[in-house]
């Protein structure tokens, strides 16, 4: 009598290996940490911003443009690497020039008086524009406040 070869399919041979997620628990504590310390973006502050800069018949004085510009500045860029790092959406060339004209411009000094106003303004303008782009292709959520 014959006896048949112990397994045959090689299938049966297979011994799985441990999964080892890629990265170091350095790496996962980093991550965690930044997603505690994330807070998402102040959609309806930004537009409140927009409008007293970009409406207002009063300008703000000199020491709250440098505020506004640091604020819009700081939104521009938040609102840049949301509308350029996320692959299910390429970025238009309109939304690419649109954040490299925002970065061109937060990065000019921003000086006193009427230059201050106008590049306050320019920047304001150009993260409005921005934020319609985003909103539309993306569909970031603004919530209308009523209160």
Do not use: N
Not at 47 to 72: G, N
């Amino acid at each position: 009598m014959e006896v048949a070869p112990p397994a045959a399919h090689p299938l049966s041979r297979h011994v799985p290996t441990r999964h080892v997620p890629p990265g170091t628990p350095d790496d996962y504590k980093a991550l965690v940490a930044r997603l505690r310390a994330w807070t998402p973006l102040p959609v309806s502050e930004i537009v409140a911003t927009l409008e007293r800069t970009l409406e207002s018949t009063a300008p703000p004085c000199d020491q709250e443009l440098v505020y506004i510009h640091w604020q819009l500045r700081s939104w521009h860029e938040r609102l840049s690497h949301i509308a350029t790092a996320d692959r299910r959406f390429p970025p238009t060339a309109d939304v690419l020039r649109l954040a490299e004209s925002g970065r061109a411009i937060g990065s000019e000094p921003i000086g006193g008086g009427t230059k201050a106003l106008g590049v306050v303004r320019r920047l304001a303008s150009t993260l409005l524009d921005l934020l319609d782009e985003v909103t539309s292709t993306q569909g970031l959520r603004v919530d209308q406040d009523d209160t």
